[in-house]
């Protein structure tokens, strides 16, 4: 009975198919380049690289050694951090308000789509696509996403709550960024943004930083490499959608599509850099594809849940026994739960203060170069090819353990 309607279904598939290409071309063909290409300018960089290649040795003074006016900062700058470090919902929608209160600095937007990624990915660990996967697997999986969430969160948002403190002071508070264990590489770079409001090259500074500072603390840790990276599942991982970050953007006043991209192979610095680096010149280099992704972050809520962006073809409900044709063509929606009745909060300690830059590291200044807006962002079939894949063999895995 499960393949004859799987056999049903293939002419909704092939209708969708047509729809989402006829679709993707409309509205590409409309998209246009911001008038100021996403640039690095040479002179700039020249300059920050000397500053920061050059800059001498400074040791943390003691805390103590700071007026009390600073000390207090510090403190509650340092709660308000570990209070809105609770959770993947906490942090993502954290990144959202900064940016609608500071819109120049274009990374906390970057950050908000991306770490909503984060919680599908997530929730999808204990949503209807999944069961192939043990309990201790998606326990494993859901560690090694929640650490690199919590930890990037860690480390950039005691630098926008400093920079937001410096605009309200009208003065540079980034002598402060030591004593949030931010490396040595931020500072000539917000030195420079303070006066320049030149977003892009933070940017992408932020991106390199970022990418770094997770490297030797999640990717490269044994305990993430044995569990998760080395496994088979993950190598497989775009059975699990992992691979796709998706910017979900409005298209019309019923329909959400999907821009963004594939990342080939996540244990790679390099390439994760200039992955980051693609969805944001994605982002801000093309018009009016940037309204139509921020008018969706803005419009709809972070649950975690994947029906955030297509209701129709993903449920929070359990057994919900709703028929109706979803956005791939599929009969049946998909479980996606909310992230709060998914996975319980998890307290973290970092302990881990080493700087990842190296004075003489000259290999991190070559990823700042140019970055072109894509011709081709709209991943919407390319989605639901994988979802369809992963439907069909979801069905196939609970028939075969009924045989079992």
Same mark, same amino acid.
Request: aromatic share 16%.
């Given at each position: 009975?499960?393949?004859?309607?799987?056999?049903?279904?293939?002419?909704?598939?092939?209708?969708?198919?047509?729809?989402?290409?006829?679709?993707?071309?409309?509205?590409?063909?409309?998209?246009?380049?911001?008038?100021?290409?996403?640039?690095?300018?040479?002179?700039?960089?020249?300059?920050?690289?000397?500053?920061?290649?050059?800059?001498?040795?400074?040791?943390?003074?003691?805390?103590?050694?700071?007026?009390?006016?600073?000390?207090?900062?510090?403190?509650?700058?340092?709660?308000?951090?570990?209070?809105?470090?609770?959770?993947?919902?906490?942090?993502?929608?954290?990144?959202?308000?900064?940016?609608?209160?500071?819109?120049?600095?274009?990374?906390?937007?970057?950050?908000?789509?991306?770490?909503?990624?984060?919680?599908?990915?997530?929730?999808?660990?204990?949503? +209807?696509?999944?069961?192939?996967?043990?309990?201790?697997?998606?326990?494993?999986?859901?560690?090694?996403?929640?650490?690199?969430?919590?930890?990037?969160?860690?480390?950039?948002?005691?630098?926008?709550?400093?920079?937001?403190?410096?605009?309200?002071? &009208?003065?540079?508070?980034?002598?402060?960024?030591?004593?949030?264990?931010?490396?040595?590489?931020?500072?000539?770079?917000?030195?420079?943004?303070?006066?320049?409001?030149?977003?892009?090259?933070?940017?992408?500074?932020?991106?390199?930083?970022?990418?770094?500072?997770?490297?030797?603390?999640?990717?490269?840790?044994?305990?993430?490499?044995?569990?998760?990276?080395?496994?088979?599942?993950?190598?497989?991982?775009?059975?699990?959608?992992?691979?796709?970050?998706?910017?979900?953007?409005?298209?019309?006043?019923?329909?959400?599509?999907?821009?963004?991209?594939?990342?080939?192979?996540?244990?790679?610095?390099?390439?994760?850099?200039?992955?980051?680096?693609?969805?944001?010149?994605?982002?801000?280099?093309?018009?009016?594809?940037?309204?139509?992704?921020?008018?969706?972050?803005?419009?709809?809520?972070?649950?975690?849940?994947?029906?955030?962006?297509?209701?129709?073809?993903?449920?929070?409900?359990?057994?919900?026994?709703?028929?109706?044709?979803?956005?791939? +063509?599929?009969?049946?929606?998909?479980?996606?739960?909310?992230?709060?009745?998914?996975?319980?909060?998890?307290?973290?300690?970092?302990?881990?203060?080493?700087?990842?830059?190296?004075? +003489?590291?000259?290999?991190?200044?070559?990823?700042?170069?140019?970055?072109?807006?894509?011709?081709?962002?709209?991943?919407?079939?390319?989605?639901?090819? &994988?979802?369809?894949?992963?439907?069909?063999?979801?069905?196939?895995?609970?028939?075969?353990?009924?045989?079992?």
């Amino acid at each position: 009975m499960d393949m004859i309607k799987k056999i049903f279904q293939i002419p909704n598939m092939i209708q969708q198919t047509i729809i989402h290409t006829f679709e993707k071309k409309h509205y590409q063909a409309k998209c246009r380049l911001v008038d100021s290409p996403l640039a690095i300018h040479s002179t700039v960089f020249k300059k920050l690289k000397q500053t920061i290649t050059q800059q001498p040795f400074q040791k943390k003074e003691p805390l103590s050694s700071l007026s009390d006016v600073e000390q207090n900062l510090i403190r509650h700058l340092k709660h308000k951090v570990k209070k809105t470090n609770q959770n993947n919902a906490t942090r993502t929608n954290a990144y959202l308000h900064f940016y609608k209160k500071h819109p120049e600095l274009h990374w906390a937007l970057l950050a908000h789509l991306v770490s909503r990624n984060g919680g599908w990915n997530m929730t999808d660990l204990q949503g +209807g696509l999944t069961d192939i996967l043990t309990q201790g697997r998606k326990k494993d999986f859901f560690m090694f996403l929640e650490f690199s969430n919590a930890l990037i969160f860690y480390d950039a948002y005691p630098q926008l709550l400093l920079y937001e403190e410096s605009k309200k002071q &009208n003065k540079s508070l980034f002598h402060l960024l030591p004593y949030f264990q931010v490396s040595r590489f931020m500072k000539p770079i917000w030195d420079y943004f303070f006066t320049s409001k030149d977003s892009n090259f933070l940017t992408v500074a932020l991106i390199i930083n970022e990418q770094h500072y997770i490297e030797k603390r999640v990717i490269q840790d044994s305990f993430y490499q044995e569990r998760v990276l080395d496994t088979l599942l993950f190598q497989a991982q775009e059975l699990f959608q992992m691979t796709h970050v998706l910017f979900p953007f409005h298209y019309n006043e019923t329909k959400k599509r999907l821009a963004g991209f594939s990342l080939a192979d996540f244990a790679c610095l390099s390439e994760r850099i200039d992955f980051g680096k693609q969805l944001y010149a994605m982002l801000f280099g093309l018009t009016p594809l940037y309204d139509d992704i921020y008018f969706f972050a803005t419009e709809i809520p972070h649950t975690g849940s994947r029906s955030d962006y297509w209701p129709t073809t993903f449920t929070t409900k359990k057994n919900d026994s709703l028929k109706g044709e979803t956005s791939c +063509g599929l009969r049946n929606r998909i479980y996606s739960p909310f992230l709060q009745d998914s996975w319980a909060d998890v307290t973290h300690t970092f302990t881990d203060h080493h700087d990842w830059y190296c004075p +003489g590291n000259s290999d991190v200044f070559s990823f700042f170069k140019k970055i072109e807006a894509p011709s081709s962002f709209d991943i919407t079939s390319d989605y639901c090819r &994988n979802l369809q894949k992963m439907y069909v063999a979801s069905l196939a895995y609970k028939k075969a353990k009924k045989w079992l």
